[in-house]
């Protein structure tokens, strides 16, 4: 009698753990290649050497490379994003210093657990030509973003944010402040004389700024009239 014969697996070389996922595996590894070489300087026989795989198996679980991209996208990009949004889609939260100081624990959170997301960010978002950025601005919660700042104009007319800022333009800046220094960490700690940037050092810094840059601006004092006693003689 035959023993029965186990599933079919794709071939390629994998550990023997047997509750590794091979897929979340390669995702991981090519997300981390793309954010360190950048897509286009990417092969799959790159990402495949990296994972310790063959490069058919790379293609049995994303079939090409735009549906890799595509992956990239959906299922680690567009999760942070949701993930660092999700504040300013609750109608209750409508403290536009307690969102901003949400905001900033956010992405703190989501760039220590996912260190590869500000280079990333960087070279195929923000950057001009950058391979994932149609794709992710089909994914972006602009309402979330709009609601935001709708909250941040409502209170400058309140008078309890500063009148000065752009109100749509907050959510950018705040994203600015945290994401670019951490995206070009490693170029600022080769140059000569420069500190280290530290993650505890760069919170306080932008959680300041943020707040400082917030508060209402004081009404400057209205200078006092000169009485002209020789009118009065």
Do not use: C
């Amino acid at each position: 009698m035959n023993a029965k014969r186990s599933p079919a697996k794709p071939l390629g070389r994998r550990p023997t753990v047997d509750d590794f996922d091979v897929r979340e595996h390669l995702l991981d590894t090519a997300t981390r290649l793309f954010a360190e070489r950048g897509i286009a300087a990417t092969t799959v026989a790159q990402i495949a050497a990296d994972a310790d795989v063959t490069s058919a198996l790379v293609h049995y679980y994303f079939t090409n490379r735009e549906r890799l991209l595509d992956a990239v996208v959906d299922e680690r990009l567009a999760l942070a994003a949701e993930f660092v949004w999700r504040p300013a889609a609750d109608d209750t939260a409508s403290d536009p210093f307690a969102l901003a100081h949400e905001f900033v624990a956010r992405l703190f959170d989501v760039t220590e657990r996912m260190p590869w997301l500000p280079p990333l960010w960087l070279r195929e978002i923000v950057n001009e030509g950058g391979l994932l950025r149609e794709r992710m601005l089909r994914r972006i919660p602009f309402d979330n973003i709009k609601r935001f700042g709708a909250r941040v104009a409502q209170a400058q007319q309140d008078g309890t944010v500063n009148r000065e800022l752009e109100a749509l333009m907050l959510f950018n800046s705040i994203l600015a402040l945290v994401m670019l220094p951490l995206a070009t960490a490693k170029i600022w700690q080769s140059a000569r004389g420069l500190p280290v940037i530290e993650r505890d050092a760069l919170r306080r810094h932008v959680s300041a700024l943020l707040i400082s840059g917030m508060q209402p601006q004081p009404r400057a004092a209205q200078p006092k009239r000169r009485v002209d006693l020789r009118s009065k003689s």
